[in-house]
C-alpha cells in the first residue's frame, strides 16, 4: 500500500510563497500522476494541479495558473507544490494524491484518486 506524507504548510502574509512536497513510501512507486487538491472551510475539495510521472506534463485549475507550479522528483519519490502571490482565498487544506498506473488519463475529479495523504494546513493572512 502506498502512503503520501505532505509538508511544507504553514502560515504566510498575502503575496508570499510557499512550497508543499508530498512524498511517497512504502513500496516500489509508479503512478500514471500524482495531484494536489484543497479544502477550505465550508466548501467542497477542488483540484489544483497535477503532472504525470513519466513526461512531466502539467494542468492546472484555470484559477492557479501563473501563481502556482507542480513538479516532481522521480528519484525521490516526491511532488511539489510551489505557491507564489499567495492570496487569503488561498486558505486551506492542501491534500496531494495519485492516480495507480494502470490510469491512462489525467483525471481532475478527486473521486477519480486512488490514494490520498492526510493534508497540511496552509494559511494566509491579510
Known amino acids: 500500500q502506498v502512503q503520501l506524507v505532505e509538508s511544507g504548510g504553514g502560515l504566510v502574509q498575502a503575496g508570499g510563497s510557499l512550497r508543499l512536497s508530498c512524498a511517497a513510501s512504502?513500496?516500489?512507486?509508479?503512478?500514471?500522476?500524482m495531484g494536489w487538491f484543497r479544502q477550505a472551510p465550508g466548501k467542497e475539495r477542488e483540484f489544483v494541479a497535477a503532472?504525470?510521472?513519466?513526461?512531466?506534463?502539467?494542468y492546472y485549475a484555470d484559477s492557479m495558473k501563473g501563481r502556482f507550479t507542480i513538479s516532481r522528483d522521480n528519484a525521490k519519490n516526491t511532488v511539489y507544490l510551489q505557491m507564489n502571490t499567495l492570496k487569503p482565498e488561498d486558505t486551506a487544506v492542501y491534500y496531494c494524491a495519485a492516480l495507480d498506473a494502470y490510469r491512462v488519463t489525467v483525471r481532475f475529479n478527486d473521486r477519480d484518486y486512488d490514494y490520498w495523504g492526510q493534508g497540511t494546513q496552509v494559511t494566509v493572512s491579510s
Open positions: 503532472i504525470t510521472w513519466s513526461g512531466g506534463n502539467t
Open positions: 512504502g513500496r516500489i512507486f509508479s503512478p500514471y500522476a
